[in-house]
């Protein structure tokens, strides 16, 4: 899944490289987001047991929220194109219970079973986008599509105090949306349209290696351009 998240990078560094037009101006901005969508609630990979509980407390869960923050670096181009590059931190709290695997993954021996009633992944987030500039006036508006590359680094689940670090590439995200800019201010809406998520062995899971599910999810970013020139 990665390799598809370098492919959609190159694609944005190709549209700029075969750009026939100027370079406007570049940006270096900070960048705040929140996301919030749906739970992904299959469990039918679970054994009777776990299932049955599982099935008990099905709607005792909240949305899935993600918050982000970072620095970006955009390239604005003598026309409607404008590219950019954003890296940095992101915490993914969830809460829909399934089993944790906590002798397996996070190297627990005095119990044998476990389960997740609230999770905290730690990852770094990479996210090229371009922005397509449709109305330029005062204010801009146009269209967007960001790619989202998310590398966990830590996962924590509080009950029990299960916590692990270790590197691994999570999910591959898409998402076209909409954004407005008013002078070094940028607010954007996307919505999701592609989930690429790798088998998270913290938890019970279907086996897939990669699962293509894609509950609705939507973000919110804002920008600040801080440095021009």
């Known amino acids: 899944m990665k390799y598809i998240f370098l492919f959609i990078s190159n694609t944005f560094l190709g549209i700029w490289i075969s750009g026939n037009v100027y370079c406007q101006h570049n940006s270096i901005k900070i960048y705040t987001s929140y996301a919030i969508g749906k ?19 099905f709607n005792d869960n909240t949305p899935d929220d993600e918050y982000a923050f970072g620095l970006g670096y955009s390239y604005r181009f ?56 449709i109305i330029s006036k005062d204010i801009n508006l146009g269209a967007m599509l960001q790619a989202v590359g998310n590398i966990s680094f830590r996962k924590h689940i509080p009950e029990n105090n299960l916590s692990r670090k270790k590197i691994e590439y999570f999910a591959t995200e898409l998402y076209p949306g909409v954004f407005a800019e008013y002078k070094s201010i940028r607010a954007s809406l996307g919505i999701r349209a592609l989930h690429l998520k790798n088998r998270d062995d913290a938890l019970a899971n279907n086996g897939l290696k990669v699962d293509k599910y894609n509950p609705f999810k939507i973000k919110f970013g804002l920008s600040y351009n801080f440095l021009n020139w």
């Open 78 to 133: 003598k026309g409607k194109y404008a590219l950019y590059f954003n890296i940095g931190y992101a915490k993914l709290v969830q809460d829909f219970i399934l089993p944790a695997n906590g002798n397996t993954y996070f190297g627990r021996v005095n119990e044998i079973f476990y389960w997740r009633n609230k999770s905290y992944y730690h990852m770094i987030q990479v996210s090229p986008g371009i922005d397509y500039t």
């Open 39 to 57: 739970p992904d609630k299959n469990y039918d990979f679970l054994s009777r047991g776990p299932a049955e509980t599982v099935k008990s407390k």
